[in-house]
């Protein structure tokens, strides 16, 4: 079996990160809950908008909430499960999930 290089797990960790924010609402948070600092997880998160050439995050001082395309990102990568870290480039027309073990993200509290 062949061992992930370097350059997959930084994906692997953008794309963990990414899920963090927008389940969370923020970076300090999902930060905290990956044991990471802060300012590591916008740059994973950075990597990742770059890597599929669209922003994903509205980014405030204290928060952060997924755009359209971020939310799109973020259902087709929860439809995809537990491993959610799918190598299909970014659909625009991504699917939505709505299954009963979906985390729900902090945008679709109330």
Known sequence: MRRP?????DKL???????RVVQ???????ARELRLSRSAVS???IDL?????????VRTTRSASP??????DYRRRCALGPS???ARPFDPAGAGYSGPDAKRPHYQQQ
């Open 67 to 72: 755009t359209d395309a971020g939310r799109t």
């Open 5 to 9: 290089g370097r350059a997959e797990m």
């Open 84 to 86: 959610g870290y799918g």
């Open 24 to 30: 969370h609402g923020s970076f300090a948070a999902a």
């Open 13 to 19: 960790t953008s794309i963990k990160a990414f899920t």
């Open 43 to 45: 740059k994973y998160v």
């Open 49 to 57: 908008e770059q890597a599929l050439g669209v922003q994903l995050l």
